[in-house]
């Protein structure tokens, strides 16, 4: 079955200009959850979306990221006004649904998608 | 705080074992992950261990775990050229009402002839 999808592959922008990444989970996930891998400093958490809303917004570096995800699939990261420092692969993977509360501790697998590499000159 | 660390490279002559080590600091994890990155891919989940076991085994894969120090290691056997790879080592810490993977920078295994 077809797994989660990202786009565009790449991406080069100027510096100030924004940029939209897009997200395609596998379907009926209802978790999804952006990562930025930045060169030697491995996954840095963005952001997770437990169906439409996104309980925790904790990883986003600056109001210039924002996300959203509509229909609780497709999700867009979007970053306004970027900078030179935030090129980096911006990575996206979902889930089937993530334990909370009773469940601590226990883990549904996170399948990841091949990732955005943003460039900003 | 929340920190996972491993070295950042590993070079290996194909046909030995390589180990792959990690440290976290959550002693609440109660699943830790190894997940493996080829070139121009996104991670795939390779392997993870319960915190109530010692070691874990999967074909040429073996995985140890220490609670007492934090330590966390994957052993190749008989690496081969496919194993090159980028290899993240991750805990799972449950924080803001959810459970949340912590990645360590990862780990690339370099396998030459």
């Known amino acids: 079955g077809a797994g989660v999808s990202q786009s565009p592959s790449n991406k080069v922008t100027e510096k100030g200009k924004d940029v939209e990444l897009r997200c395609d989970p596998i379907?009926?996930?209802?978790?999804l959850y952006w990562y930025r891998q930045s060169l030697g400093q491995g996954l840095e958490f963005l952001i997770y979306?437990?169906?439409?809303?996104?309980?925790?917004k904790s990883g986003l570096p600056s109001d210039r990221f924002s996300a959203e995800r509509t229909g609780g699939s497709v999700s867009t990261l979007t970053i306004q006004r970027t900078q030179q420092e935030d090129s980096a692969v911006y990575l996206c993977a979902s889930s089937s649904r993530t334990p909370s509360g009773g469940e601590k501790g226990t883990y549904n697998e996170q399948f990841f998608g091949p990732g955005t590499r943003l460039t900003v000159l | 705080g929340e920190d996972v660390e491993q070295s950042l490279f590993l070079s290996v002559r194909e046909g030995d074992s390589s180990v792959i080590n990690c440290t976290y600091t959550d002693s609440s994890s109660t699943y830790l992950y190894w997940y493996k990155q080829e070139p121009g891919a996104g991670l795939q989940l390779l392997t993870y261990?319960?915190?109530?076991?010692d070691m874990k085994q999967d074909q040429r894969l073996t995985v140890l775990l220490n609670k007492k120090d934090k330590h966390l290691s994957l052993r190749i056997a008989d690496t081969q050229t496919g194993d090159s790879a980028i290899y993240f080592c991750?805990?799972?810490?449950?924080?803001?009402?959810?459970?949340?993977?912590?990645f360590g920078a990862g780990t690339r295994l370099a396998v030459h002839p």
């Open positions: 991750a805990e799972i810490l449950f924080s803001g009402g959810y459970n949340k993977l912590i």
């Open positions: 979306f437990q169906g439409n809303s996104a309980p925790d």
């Open positions: 261990i319960f915190s109530n076991m």
């Open positions: 379907s009926g996930h209802t978790a």
